[in-house]
């Protein structure tokens, strides 16, 4: 366990899990780009927004040597955040709501860490730009079903329809324009755009926040 004011770097956290022998190891971390879940599993490492903040730790479960999970503790040990990184308390940030109403809170910083990252949307949309990540990757944080509802909120209070999870595929969300926030003349600080006949989704300027409604049983 670490301290809470403890700050690391989420690319090293990531780049350390990649680079372990160990078998299982999941942990919690306060990151720059903000609280985040990290674990790896079969050689596999997964790292995801999450909207628990209680403290950063990990646990490490590892049948072969001492060594190998004392080089993982002590790589872990090192990932300290560079100050220059760290969110400014004004950072704009987009709100993800799961089915649950747990709720993260997304900077630019945090969307430009997710895969899924698109440098130049004028290539699928004509005439916008700036970079952005597919709305499907931001969805998959919160791991919902592809019948799953999904709500946009601007920040002038307008609310899209709801479509399924499934028909966001092919959305963008922009998050920076020249590595800077979009600017509001442009839409920002975000907004989600559809390319011509790829995605059910409406575009929204001002995107506020992001809310995954449970499926319709009937």
Partial sequence: MWSPERVFSAAAIRRALQASTVERAKGLFRTDLGWYRADRANGAVRVVASPVRSGSAV????????AEVDALLAALEACIADDALLKPPDEPFVT??????RVVELTRFALAALPGQVADVSARVPGRAGAAVTLAEVLALTYPSPDDQLVLVATDGLTTAPVRVSEAEGALLVHSL?????????????????????????????????????????
């Fill in 178 to 218: 020249a590595q800077e926030p979009l600017p509001d003349a442009q839409g920002g600080p975000f907004r989600v755009l559809t390319p011509k006949g790829q995605s059910s989704c409406a575009n929204v300027k001002g995107l506020a926040r992001v809310v995954i409604l449970a499926a319709d049983p009937g």
């Fill in 59 to 66: 646990d490490v479960i590892h049948h072969g040597s001492q």
């Fill in 96 to 101: 993800l709501v799961d089915v649950q109403g």
